[in-house]
């Protein structure tokens, strides 16, 4: 079974950066789809980055609010996923999830994956 924890969160000012970690115990690379959503009260939960390990290398994905800030990556000797997030604003402000699964259609939608972590909190002031 395999376990997703984040750590990395925290609060910054607009313009100011944060990486988040999402380490993963148990059997991660028979879960090739990688995703980080995130979460704002009030918010339904939104995809922002994925990672699909199919191909060699892999392929990355990115919802346009974040694009050219926001990278995800993964570093597989330490079976672990990173976010790393740039030019923060206030309005990326969430809980900030990863999630993974064997096989998703739409690798930004939440709906689509089974596992999760626990989440982790980012706050940008402004």
């Known amino acids: 079974q395999v376990q997703l924890v984040e750590s990395g969160g925290g609060s910054v000012q607009a313009g100011g950066s944060l990486r988040l970690s999402c380490a993963a115990s148990?059997?991660?690379?028979?879960?090739?789809?990688m995703g980080w959503f995130r979460q704002a009260p009030g918010k339904e939960r939104e995809g922002v980055a994925a990672?699909?390990?199919?191909?060699?290398?892999?392929?990355?994905y990115y919802a346009d609010s974040v694009k050219g800030r926001f990278t995800i990556s993964r570093d597989n000797t330490k079976n672990t996923l990173y976010l790393q997030m740039n030019s923060l604003s206030p309005e990326d402000s969430a809980m900030y999830y990863c999630?993974?699964?064997?096989?998703?259609?739409?690798?930004?939608?939440?709906?689509?994956?089974?596992?999760w972590g626990q989440g982790a909190q980012v706050a940008v002031s402004s």
């Open positions: 990672l699909v390990l199919v191909t060699r290398g892999g392929t990355t």
């Open positions: 999630a993974s699964d064997y096989y998703v259609d739409s690798v930004l939608d939440s709906r689509e994956y089974s596992c």
């Open positions: 148990g059997l991660p690379y028979s879960r090739p789809y």
